[in-house]
């Protein structure tokens, strides 16, 4: 790999721990997006883009999904029997949602995370919170949540926090118990979203050297390798700075990264 490509992989990787450290999110809105502009400038075919660079993200995620678990569950803020109940559901829907994305082409991968950058970049600038109206559904219930919680996270490389988050809220479930319940979700979503995009890439041809399936482990190693510092330095500042406003700063950068992908991949 030549070095320009290492920084950048590096770089990304930097970004992106410490927008999730800072902000709570980050994950797949901001490297799916760049990743599919740097699988386009080292010469990787069109009709793999998305693909690749959706996996790739997904197991980029794993070891910073680990270590917010970790921390969250130190403070007792994971509602573990909510977390058994869900996961069997998570596990099928992230499964299930990356044999599709491996069916569908890339372009239509990249209108659906487009739009639903879109989605979550308004729910930021504007502010929108689910209020709490109800009570944890049953069995059923959650499991249907979860179907759908790991089904989209799967399908635009994230951990699902925003999704678990305004779910659990919703459900009026604590914010402290809603975000450290959802920092353990987002385990087996990462686990489950990166053997998923390995195995239903595994006979595509015309991929980098060093991946499996969908999943470019050269990238996975150095995005981890920095996020994983970089994340508690984004924490730590989070009080001291204006997050509500960052907040808003970075809803527009998602868009505009978005933007920037649809130009990729139906413009070159």
């Not at 399908?155 to 975000?179: E, K």
């Not at 390995?198 to 996975?220: C, K, L, Q």
């Amino acid at each position: 790999m030549a070095i320009e490509w290492i920084l950048a992989y590096l770089l990304l990787g930097a970004v992106v721990g410490f927008m999730a450290g800072l902000l709570g999110i980050g994950g797949g809105g901001i490297m799916v997006p760049i990743l599919t502009t740097i699988f386009a400038a080292q010469g990787i075919p069109q009709e793999h883009l998305v693909h690749l660079a959706l996996g790739t993200s997904m197991a980029s995620i794993v070891i910073t999904a680990f270590s917010s678990l970790r921390a969250h569950n130190r403070h007792q803020a994971v509602l573990w029997p909510v977390v058994w109940k869900i996961t069997p559901a998570i596990l099928i829907g992230t499964l299930s949602a990356t044999w599709l994305a491996a069916l569908l082409p890339t372009k239509a991968l990249g209108i659906f995370f487009s739009c639903f950058m879109a989605y979550v970049a308004l729910q930021m600038i504007l502010n929108i919170k689910p209020k709490p109206s109800r009570q944890l559904p049953g069995t059923a219930g959650i499991s249907i949540a979860g179907l759908s919680i790991g089904g989209i996270s799967a399908l635009v490389a994230i951990g699902g926090g925003s999704l678990t988050v305004s779910f659990l809220t919703w459900c009026n479930v604590r914010i402290q118990h809603a975000i450290g319940t959802s920092a353990a979700v987002g385990m087996p979503i990462a686990l489950a979203g990166s053997i998923g995009y390995m195995i239903n890439g595994w006979n595509t041809s015309n991929t980098p050297d060093y991946s499996v399936g969908y999943v470019y482990f050269p990238a996975v190693i150095l995005i981890s390798a920095l996020s994983y510092f970089t994340a508690p330095i984004g924490a730590r500042l989070a009080h001291k700075m204006p997050v509500a406003t960052l907040k808003k700063v970075f809803a527009c950068l998602l868009i505009l990264l978005s933007l920037k992908m649809l130009q990729t991949i139906f413009f070159g």
